[in-house]
């Protein structure tokens, strides 16, 4: 049976954790790149569909082209960033249920359906972009995830070969410089959205 956390591991995960604007100049390897995969795969999705596909932009070059498409204020924690992965969603993960969910024929639940196929891979690539979070916080990285981009401009240009792919948000991942963070914002306590009936 599964025992709580300690509270150092919740700190990290939750409570001392925090979404970073700016970065030291330290490298995340390939190697932990592949480590925070292999945790959020594990992650639940709806029949299991992971309908999340992610492009790692490590070299210069990569995250270049991707900060063109990002607000002015956004173009520098991506430029800057070790690591910045580009969280998207497939349209047709369908297509995988066969051998992803095979105990049932989960592909016919969503063959010419395309409003539920994106419901559902937006939510679901939702969850898997926040398990990528707690999984490079678990492995002692930190996150700067980020709208303000170009969805389309950032489909074009990284998905063209794709077109079933479409940007969900970014996440820019590394070693946070404490420099950049603000004051944290307000949390709310459980009874102001919170009911239990």
Known sequence: MAEPLPDSALDQLFRSARSYNGWL???VTEEQIHAIYELVKMGPTSANQQPARI???KSPEAKARLAQYAM????PKIANAPVCAILAMDLEFHEQ???LFPHTDARSW???NEELRRANAFRNSSLQGAYLMLAARALGLDCGPMSGFDNAAVDAEFFAGEPN???NFICSIGYGDPA??????P???FDTFNRIL
């Open 25 to 27: 100049d330290r490298d």
């Open 55 to 57: 492009v790692w932009c």
């Open 72 to 75: 002015p204020a956004n173009q």
């Open 97 to 99: 249920l066969p051998w």
């Open 110 to 112: 969503f063959a010419g």
């Open 165 to 167: 792919w479409k940007s």
């Open 180 to 185: 950049s963070i603000f004051g944290r914002s």
């Open 187 to 189: 949390r709310p306590d």
